[in-house]
């Protein structure tokens, strides 16, 4: 089969560099991601053979009677939703053995397979590489003027208006950053996410462990994830906003439930940072839920842009949550970290960003340009707060804003539009 490469409609991705790097160092790279969010497609740009085992009925019994039967092609091979037969993963990993060669295999997933598995891997035969939805930057509403990386060398950055408007951000928000729907009328678009999270809870959630639960109730936990996105909501408050005051849900019940989802790659915690602080106060160690996009969360509430223009309380923490997945598809490419900083004194911050080297910076996300002098102070308290004899200087300090211009403060806060914010 030959290389689907050379595609005209191909948006590039932040991850092409990444998957061809690593396969000039490893035998075989795993892409993982979220189903629709264009891991096939990135593949198929490097690929010289491909089998696509979701929709090749033959090649899947086959691969069942002997993986081995579908390894033989040009490399790199794509195996497309390899977890299908998981078996796969040991024949790859004793064919990269054998081979001894760079950049045999393409693996692309949707779910992760029992960790079971996947435990044998092995320096240099198997990388894996996380995708994600479209950042901005990516699906060319973002004119990356202002490079996260760059943040970390210099925080002179500035930029002209992109051009974002609140009403724009609410849309794309709501269509989120799945290839498949870029072009889609805006009915059409939110009517496809929609259906992408009923396949979720009707088919998906129930395949990825082989428990059967209540599609019905699933929906109902993913509109209590959606009303609490961006928050540290704990296990026992969604289980007992899940089952009501009168039949809460067993806590472990939402932890199978946010495992499957996790496994699925369609919700993505963002963890604690832990400095080391001048002050007494003690961190708080609970994540911040996400959906791996934001249009899922939307979704998940049928709501629609004109919802979230009325009320922006909520716009805000769907805001906060696109930034998070945007800011997370940059900071891999530089090997970083996106987290979250939470003090028993009710100190908050909302994105750390903290580079393999230690060197870190941290934003505040204010969708309106109202709140810039707020997010400011809070920012300067938190670094007073830092030991920073410890931790190092932050390389910088910043408020991501919805719309308007790109510039430094007199106090050295810089104030980014996400329409601005690139790799």
Known sequence: MGKKSGNASYKARVVDKQLSSLLQAVGAVAIEGPRACGKTATAREIAKSEVLLDVDLEARLAAQVDPNLVLEGKTPRLLDEWQLV??????????????????????????????????????????????????????GHSSGTISLSILFEEVGQTSPDPGLTVPDLALVASLGGWPGFLDLETNAGINAVRDYLYEVQLVDIRTIDGSRRDPGRVGQFLRSLARNVSTYVSASTLASDLGGKERPLDNGTVRTYLDALERLMIIEDQPAWSPSLRSRSVLRSGPKRHFVDPSLAVAALRATPNHLLKDLNLFGLIFESLVVRDLRVYAQAMDAQILQYRDSSGLEVD???????????????K???????????????FRNRIDTSKCGEPSFLGVIVGTGLGYVRPDGVMVIPIGALGP
Do not use: Y
């Not at 064919?95 to 029992?114: M, W």
């Not at 960003?353 to 505040?364: C, T, Y």
């Open 351 to 365: 994105i750390i960003v903290e580079a393999a080297d230690g060197r870190w910076g941290a934003l505040e996300v």
């Open 367 to 381: 969708l309106g340009a109202t709140f810039i002098d707020e997010g400011a102070r809070n920012l300067l308290r």
């Open 86 to 139: 998981p078996e796969i993963w040991n024949h790859v990993r004793r064919s990269v053995d054998k081979r001894r060669n760079p950049g045999q295999f393409i693996l692309t997933g949707s779910a992760e397979p029992s960790r079971d598995v996947t435990r044998h891997t092995g320096a240099g035969r198997l990388s894996r590489l996380r995708m994600r939805p479209m950042s901005l930057f990516e699906s």
